[in-house]
Protein backbone atom coordinates (compact mmCIF):
# COMPACT_ATOMS: atom_id res chain seq x y z
CA UNK A 1 0.00 0.00 0.00
CA UNK A 2 2.95 2.57 0.78
CA UNK A 3 3.76 1.95 -3.02
CA UNK A 4 0.60 3.21 -3.90
CA UNK A 5 0.97 5.85 -2.23
CA UNK A 6 4.15 6.91 -3.45
CA UNK A 7 3.26 6.76 -6.97
CA UNK A 8 0.51 9.08 -6.10
CA UNK A 9 2.58 11.42 -4.78
CA UNK A 10 4.70 11.49 -7.99
CA UNK A 11 2.18 11.52 -10.03
CA UNK A 12 2.38 14.66 -13.14
CA UNK A 13 -0.89 13.63 -15.49
CA UNK A 14 -3.04 17.15 -15.51
CA UNK A 15 -2.06 20.11 -15.08
CA UNK A 16 -2.63 20.98 -11.40
CA UNK A 17 0.48 18.84 -11.34
CA UNK A 18 3.09 21.02 -13.12
CA UNK A 19 2.39 23.69 -10.61
CA UNK A 20 5.70 22.83 -8.12
CA UNK A 21 4.30 24.29 -4.57
CA UNK A 22 1.45 21.62 -4.74
CA UNK A 23 2.11 17.41 -4.75
CA UNK A 24 -1.23 15.34 -4.96
CA UNK A 25 -2.41 14.45 -1.61
CA UNK A 26 -2.43 10.52 -1.41
CA UNK A 27 -4.50 8.17 0.39
CA UNK A 28 -4.05 7.60 4.17
CA UNK A 29 -4.40 3.87 5.99
CA UNK A 30 -5.69 3.22 9.12
CA UNK A 31 -4.14 -0.28 9.01
CA UNK A 32 -5.16 -3.43 6.38
CA UNK A 33 -6.68 -4.92 4.94
CA UNK A 34 -8.82 -1.89 4.17
CA UNK A 35 -12.98 -2.56 5.34
CA UNK A 36 -13.94 1.01 4.28
CA UNK A 37 -12.62 3.65 1.61
CA UNK A 38 -13.71 7.48 2.65
CA UNK A 39 -13.53 9.55 -1.36
CA UNK A 40 -13.90 12.90 -0.09
CA UNK A 41 -15.01 15.23 -3.05
CA UNK A 42 -13.93 18.95 -0.97
CA UNK A 43 -10.89 20.33 -3.05
CA UNK A 44 -7.76 20.13 -1.69
CA UNK A 45 -6.93 22.50 1.54
CA UNK A 46 -3.86 24.59 1.82
CA UNK A 47 -3.06 22.51 4.97
CA UNK A 48 -3.67 18.93 3.47
CA UNK A 49 -1.05 20.07 0.56
CA UNK A 50 1.50 21.50 3.15
CA UNK A 51 1.24 18.15 5.72
CA UNK A 52 0.10 15.65 3.00
CA UNK A 53 -2.75 14.36 4.93
CA UNK A 54 -6.42 13.91 4.10
CA UNK A 55 -7.99 14.24 7.43
CA UNK A 56 -6.46 16.21 10.46
CA UNK A 57 -5.47 14.91 13.52
CA UNK A 58 -8.66 15.42 15.51
CA UNK A 59 -11.24 14.04 12.66
CA UNK A 60 -9.05 10.71 12.08
CA UNK A 61 -8.77 10.07 15.77
CA UNK A 62 -12.63 10.01 15.98
CA UNK A 63 -12.86 8.04 12.65
CA UNK A 64 -10.17 5.58 14.24
CA UNK A 65 -12.19 5.18 17.50
CA UNK A 66 -15.20 4.52 15.71
CA UNK A 67 -13.32 1.68 13.93
CA UNK A 68 -11.74 0.52 16.56
CA UNK A 69 -15.65 -0.25 18.02
CA UNK A 70 -16.52 -2.24 14.68
CA UNK A 71 -13.08 -3.99 14.36
CA UNK A 72 -12.54 -2.62 10.76
CA UNK A 73 -9.77 -0.59 9.15
CA UNK A 74 -10.38 2.28 7.02
CA UNK A 75 -8.72 4.74 4.22
CA UNK A 76 -9.26 8.13 3.15
CA UNK A 77 -8.57 9.88 0.14
CA UNK A 78 -9.66 12.71 -1.82
CA UNK A 79 -11.73 12.77 -5.30
CA UNK A 80 -8.62 14.94 -6.51
CA UNK A 81 -5.58 14.76 -5.24
CA UNK A 82 -3.86 18.08 -5.71
CA UNK A 83 -4.63 21.92 -4.93
CA UNK A 84 -5.80 23.95 -7.22
CA UNK A 85 -3.21 26.91 -7.39
CA UNK A 86 -5.30 29.47 -7.71
CA UNK A 87 -7.41 30.97 -5.02
CA UNK A 88 -10.64 29.05 -6.21
CA UNK A 89 -12.72 27.59 -3.28
CA UNK A 90 -15.75 26.44 -4.87
CA UNK A 91 -16.42 22.50 -5.96
CA UNK A 92 -13.64 20.69 -7.77
CA UNK A 93 -14.41 20.75 -11.64
CA UNK A 94 -15.60 17.89 -13.65
CA UNK A 95 -12.62 18.20 -15.45
CA UNK A 96 -10.66 18.25 -12.36
CA UNK A 97 -12.51 14.82 -11.05
CA UNK A 98 -11.91 13.11 -14.70
CA UNK A 99 -8.29 13.89 -14.42
CA UNK A 100 -7.90 12.06 -11.60
CA UNK A 101 -10.48 9.49 -11.61
CA UNK A 102 -8.20 6.65 -12.29
CA UNK A 103 -6.41 7.39 -8.94
CA UNK A 104 -10.32 6.11 -6.97
CA UNK A 105 -10.41 3.48 -9.61
CA UNK A 106 -6.81 2.28 -8.78
CA UNK A 107 -7.30 2.89 -4.76
CA UNK A 108 -10.66 0.40 -5.49
CA UNK A 109 -8.95 -1.90 -7.38
CA UNK A 110 -5.68 -2.60 -5.37
CA UNK A 111 -7.47 -1.80 -1.62
CA UNK A 112 -10.26 -3.78 -2.07
CA UNK A 113 -12.77 -2.15 -0.16
CA UNK A 114 -15.89 -3.92 1.41
CA UNK A 115 -17.41 -0.09 1.12
CA UNK A 116 -16.69 2.77 -1.01
CA UNK A 117 -18.16 6.05 1.05
CA UNK A 118 -18.50 9.39 -1.37
CA UNK A 119 -18.46 12.01 1.15
CA UNK A 120 -19.54 15.69 -0.10
CA UNK A 121 -19.31 16.96 -3.99
CA UNK A 122 -18.76 13.50 -5.48
CA UNK A 123 -21.39 14.18 -8.14
CA UNK A 124 -19.16 14.45 -11.06
CA UNK A 125 -17.59 10.95 -10.09
CA UNK A 126 -18.14 7.69 -12.00
CA UNK A 127 -17.52 5.64 -9.25
CA UNK A 128 -20.39 3.69 -7.73
CA UNK A 129 -20.62 4.35 -4.36
CA UNK A 130 -22.29 2.12 -1.46
CA UNK A 131 -23.71 5.40 0.31
CA UNK A 132 -22.99 8.84 0.08
CA UNK A 133 -22.59 11.34 3.01
CA UNK A 134 -23.21 15.64 2.99
CA UNK A 135 -19.67 16.45 5.23
CA UNK A 136 -17.59 14.65 8.03
CA UNK A 137 -17.08 18.35 9.55
CA UNK A 138 -20.64 18.11 10.36
CA UNK A 139 -20.69 14.50 11.35
CA UNK A 140 -17.55 14.30 13.26
CA UNK A 141 -18.20 17.98 14.90
CA UNK A 142 -21.47 16.05 16.62
CA UNK A 143 -20.86 13.01 18.69
CA UNK A 144 -25.24 11.95 17.97
CA UNK A 145 -23.89 11.70 14.16
CA UNK A 146 -20.71 10.29 15.00
CA UNK A 147 -23.66 7.42 16.37
CA UNK A 148 -25.46 7.58 13.19
CA UNK A 149 -22.24 7.60 10.78
CA UNK A 150 -21.17 4.25 13.14
CA UNK A 151 -24.86 2.84 12.98
CA UNK A 152 -25.26 3.23 9.01
CA UNK A 153 -22.10 2.18 8.71
CA UNK A 154 -22.63 -0.49 10.25
CA UNK A 155 -25.68 -1.30 8.19
CA UNK A 156 -24.56 -0.90 5.39
CA UNK A 157 -21.74 -3.39 5.90
CA UNK A 158 -24.50 -5.93 7.08
CA UNK A 159 -26.57 -4.87 3.67
CA UNK A 160 -23.60 -6.41 1.83
CA UNK A 161 -23.10 -9.46 3.99
CA UNK A 162 -19.42 -8.69 5.13
Not at 59 to 83: G, N, P
Not at 133 to 148: A, H, V, Y
Request: hydrophobic content about 40%; proline content about 4%.
Amino acid sequence: MSSLRTRQQSCKECKLCENMNVSPVAIEFSGSPVDVLFVIGAHVKQRQDDYQEVLSAPDKKILELLFQKLKLKFAVTLLVKCKNSEAFVGPNTKKEVKDCEHWIKTEIDELGPKLVVGVGNVKYSSVKFDMVIESFNKILSSSPRTDILLYDIEAAINDKHI
